[in-house]
């Protein structure tokens, strides 16, 4: 069965870097556009960063700058970077899959805390 897991939530200070992965089983995630998104409580689950199968990446204009979303097609694993975190930064962090035929898979979540 095909999943998505993702790690490296934490708790951290302003400031501060993180970086997610989020790891797929299956043996086509190189076809795959990878997304990150997040929920902060009581707000609905928005896109952050977005990675094509071909590599280009897009990113909301709240991360721009700071975060980088990158894929390793070997390790069948997307990453996020999260650098200057910020205290609205803080969110459960998704990942989601996207394959050519419109079907989607998402990760079971976790969380980043920003928090002094």
């Known amino acids: 069965q095909m999943q998505l897991v993702e790690s490296g939530g934490g708790n951290v200070q302003p400031g501060g870097s993180l970086r997610l992965s989020c790891v797929a089983s299956?043996?086509?995630?190189?076809?795959?556009?990878m997304d990150w998104y997040r929920q902060a409580p009581g707000k609905q689950r928005d896109l952050v960063a977005r990675i094509t199968s071909g590599g280009g990446s897009s990113y909301a204009a709240s991360v721009k700058g700071r975060f980088t979303i990158s894929r390793d097609n070997a390790k069948n694993t997307v990453y996020l970077q999260m650098n200057s975190l910020k205290p609205e930064d803080e969110a459960v962090y998704y990942c989601k899959s996207l394959d050519p035929w419109g079907n989607a898979l998402w990760g079971q979540g976790t969380q980043v805390t920003v928090s002094s």
């Open positions: 299956g043996n086509i995630f190189h076809i795959w556009t």
